[in-house]
């Protein structure tokens, strides 16, 4: 394609290319402090779903090497969200190094915890005030579970606020980096937020997990351990490519969820959670 | 299905199975398929693991080995028809 742009996050090589320039230039600037992708692992196409609408209305169709069917084209103002979900689909659809968990990490002294929910839980803008707090950032999409060692991998992806979030996160982080505010998407207003240079400049170490968090926003303030066979039956939900692994996957995932302390967290605001999160790792 | 002739077989090499906390998670190596599973499939399938036994032998065992002092046939056979429909184990007419 006209436009490409190319980067590493974590052990994932990306290549992006785009009809137009604007989204090449706002990746490139968003991602600036990330290395790049000699040979990339998947490829993320950005195209006009029409001819005319390079020019005309211009909308971005999403391409690459794997693809849903049926996916509605955005706006070329929001085509830094539709590389976004391109990258998260390709790793959903293609990664077969690790077992994907559809979760955010963060990290402290070499261990971890991970955080799994529904979308909406706040796993994202909990990794990020966490980040904020002397924790290192290891993702809030995607954590990567090695089959071999049990220990996670970081991919420190831009993170992607949503809504309320967006508030929340720049009051809490006056000197991060943002990407433009993207409204009326299909998942309401977005903004990105670029990992701070400590997430990005260690995002090769690995770690090993030592608490897994089932958190909710919105709830009064609860705590209450998780039983391994629910926290097994949740993360299995939880990963994009348990079934592709076979035993392998089903080797590291009974092994995460019967080794790992499992905890629900209810809570009301980040601030709370903070608490109850610094509270629960000093108990471990 | 405990007709009396029947035979029934858990091979462990078709599958591995963990305990996690009250529940089993178990792999079933021809399908791929994983099946959380609640007592007594484990012990079953532990039952079933040597030679293959009658679900009347397989109540006896189950009694024996587990203490179950007022084991039910029906309950039973019909937890041995589930893992047999999941083929995690092989019933020979």
Redesign the interface.
Same mark, same amino acid.
């Given at each position: 394609m006209k436009h490409q742009f190319a980067m590493r996050v974590g052990p994932v090589g990306f290549r992006i290319g785009s009809a137009w320039r604007a989204p090449v230039e706002q990746l490139a600037a968003l991602y600036a402090g990330y290395p790049g992708a000699d040979v990339p692992d998947f490829t993320v196409r950005l195209g006009p779903p029409s001819p005319l609408r390079r020019w005309l209305r211009p909308a971005v169709a999403l391409a690459g090497d794997f693809t849903l069917p049926d996916t509605a084209p955005l706006p070329l103002a929001h085509a830094l969200l539709a590389a976004e979900m391109g990258m998260n689909l390709q790793v959903a659809l293609g990664h077969r190094r690790h077992l994907l968990l559809h979760a955010a990490a963060v990290e402290r002294g070499g261990r971890a915890i991970v955080m799994t929910g529904e979308s909406g839980a706040g796993k994202s803008t909990l990794a990020t005030l966490l980040g904020a707090r002397g924790w290192r950032f290891m993702g809030d999409e995607f954590v990567l579970l090695d089959p071999a060692t049990g220990m996670i991998h970081a991919f420190p992806r831009l993170v992607s606020l949503k809504n309320r979030a967006i508030a929340a996160v720049a009051a809490a982080l006056p000197d991060a980096r943002f990407g433009p505010l993207l409204t009326g998407t299909p998942k309401g207003d977005i903004r990105h937020l670029v990992p701070d240079a400590r997430a990005v400049a260690a995002m090769d170490d690995p770690a090993m997990p030592a608490l897994l968090l089932f958190p909710r926003f919105g709830e009064a303030a609860a705590v209450r351990a998780v039983a391994a066979g629910e926290a097994f039956v949740r993360l299995t939900q939880a990963s994009t490519n348990y079934v592709a692994l076979g035993e392998r996957g089903f080797d590291t995932l009974t092994r995460f969820a019967r080794d790992v302390p499992k905890v629900a967290v209810d809570y009301p605001d980040g601030e709370a959670a903070i608490a109850q999160v610094e509270a629960l790792w000093a108990a471990l | 299905m405990s007709d009396g002739a029947t035979r029934f077989s858990a091979p462990p090499e078709g599958y #591995?199975i $963990?305990? %996690?906390?009250? %529940?089993?998670?178990v792999?079933h #190596?021809a399908s791929?398929i994983?099946h $959380?599973v609640a007592s007594p499939a484990p012990e079953i399938l532990d039952a079933l693991s040597g030679p293959a036994m009658s679900a009347e032998a397989l109540l006896m065992v189950m009694t024996i080995r587990y203490d179950l002092a007022d084991a039910d046939p029906a309950a039973l056979a019909a937890r041995l028809d589930e893992l047999v429909a999941a083929g995690l184990v092989v019933a020979t007419p």
């Open positions: - | #591995r $963990v305990a %996690l906390d009250e %529940l089993s998670a792999y #190596r791929g994983t $959380v």
